[in-house]
């Protein structure tokens, strides 16, 4: 899940949101508008709060939110202050926000700044008209994420058309085979030995190459001349599936799909919805002496 965290996601260059005491008018007609309006008021409620910690009394809001519209340069008295403050949070934030959501500056959408305009002025007014606050802040980041995945979904439709033509092209071959969750491999050397498995021993002793479907090898520890060790739900769900149907001897070539890789999340060179191809050799199972991790994590790629 993706996680933002609430007054820190302050951000977006705001507009008049409190000329002639009116806060812009809620309009909220797709999920992006829903979720700008959700952010603004989730941090609007916090809004005097953060200012009041910061020194700046309630009386100086529309100077706060004058800096955080305008960017202006800003030092001095309590105005300037407050101003600077808005200034920092709209340049510091909106690109994360941005990035965190949508994949980049690049992408073609970004939050509705209106509409967290919106909500950020029923937050501080304690308008909840729209939105109820206990509900919103528990739905929220579901908001995010389900709009974050559409984003990354519609970005990157040529990786994962891409990578669906490259495993339809796999499963013509009758040299590989299918486990089921859709990763599929292709048998180098058969093995021998023992299966890992998370329950007795988990703890596995491999070398392996991982690539993408166009050849860009992003991480191998055949190039750094070292085996590696590693519990087996320490990779990513593909990864994992092969590894607990491997004895010990075997090398396969493993065609993983995006949602049993990283799906929609970027890691160094592996892009959103990126088929991943990994060579994978199981030397050994080893005794696992450490204790059980609490959470996976993942194979990351070589930092370069």
Not at 252 to 266: F, L, N
């Amino acid at each position: 899940m993706r996680k933002i965290s609430l007054f820190a996601v302050l951000a977006i260059v705001l507009a008049t949101a409190f000329s002639c005491g009116k806060a812009n008018k809620a309009n909220l007609k797709t999920d992006v508008d829903s979720i700008s309006y959700a952010i603004g008021q989730v941090n609007g409620t916090q809004l005097k709060m953060f200012l009041e910690q910061q020194g700046i009394d309630s009386t100086n809001i529309a100077d706060f939110l004058k800096g955080f519209k305008d960017g202006a340069n800003a030092s001095g008295d309590k105005k300037k202050k407050a101003y600077s403050m808005g200034l920092m949070q709209g340049l510091q934030m909106i690109e994360g926000l941005n990035n965190n959501i949508f994949g980049g500056e690049d992408s073609e959408e970004k939050l509705a700044v209106n509409k967290l305009l919106a909500g950020l002025a029923a937050g501080v007014k304690n308008d909840t008209t729209v939105f109820k606050p206990e509900i919103i802040q528990g739905k929220l980041e579901e908001m995010v994420n389900s709009v974050h995945e559409k984003a990354m979904s519609k970005k990157y439709k040529e990786n994962k058309e891409a990578g669906a033509k490259f495993l339809t092209e796999k499963a013509k071959d009758s040299n590989v085979k299918k486990l089921p969750s859709g990763v599929m491999y292709k048998v180098i050397t058969e093995g021998k030995g023992a299966v890992p498995n998370d329950s007795t021993a988990n703890k596995v002793k491999i070398h392996y190459e991982g690539k993408l479907i166009d050849g860009t090898k992003f991480d191998s520890s055949y190039d750094r001349k070292e085996p590696a060790e590693m519990l087996v739900n320490q990779v990513v769900p593909g990864f994992h599936e092969a590894l607990i149907n491997m004895p010990v001897g075997s090398k396969w070539e493993v065609y993983i799909p995006a949602d049993q890789a990283y799906g929609e999340r970027e890691a160094g060179e592996i892009k959103p919805f990126s088929t991943l191809i990994f060579t994978i050799e199981l030397l050994d199972i080893l005794k696992n002496d450490a204790p059980r991790a609490a959470m996976p994590i993942n194979v990351s790629p070589t930092t370069k």
